[in-house]
């Protein structure tokens, strides 16, 4: 247990132990090189909602488009269809996204 900082917020000091612990650990255990994807900042867009998030991801190798971030910095853009903005589950209402005209198609099928 750590004991409290002045000048500190609480459970600042643990934090920062905590640091410097996963840095020696990253030290001894490090990962191979060579065989992992880049993982970098990527601003993901949700197209239906207008809503962008900054967040580190994997995917940036294949994107084309890049974005101004409100930091001044341009990182890689991510256009997807579904996010937290516009789910039906975070947003608490039912929406009908038929981006590809599936919806008709398996009424035209299965019409009777």
């Known amino acids: ?3 409290p900082v002045p000048g500190l917020a609480p459970g600042t000091a643990a934090r920062l132990e905590c640091r410097a612990l996963f840095r020696q650990l ?15 900042e990527v601003v993901f867009h ?7 998030i900054l967040t580190r991801s994997t995917l940036a190798g294949g994107a084309k488009e890049t974005v101004k971030w409100e930091d001044g910095n341009e990182y890689p853009l991510v256009k997807i269809e579904i996010s937290s903005a516009s789910h039906p589950f975070y947003t608490g209402k039912h929406k009908v996204m038929d ?6 198609k398996f009424q035209r099928r299965y019409a009777r």
Do not use: E, L, N, Q
């Open 1 to 3: 247990m750590t004991r």
């Open 26 to 40: 990253s030290t001894v255990y490090a990962m191979k090189t060579g065989i992992h994807p880049d993982y970098r």
């Open 99 to 104: 981006t590809s005209g599936r919806i008709d």
């Open 46 to 52: 949700d197209v239906t909602s207008d809503f962008k």
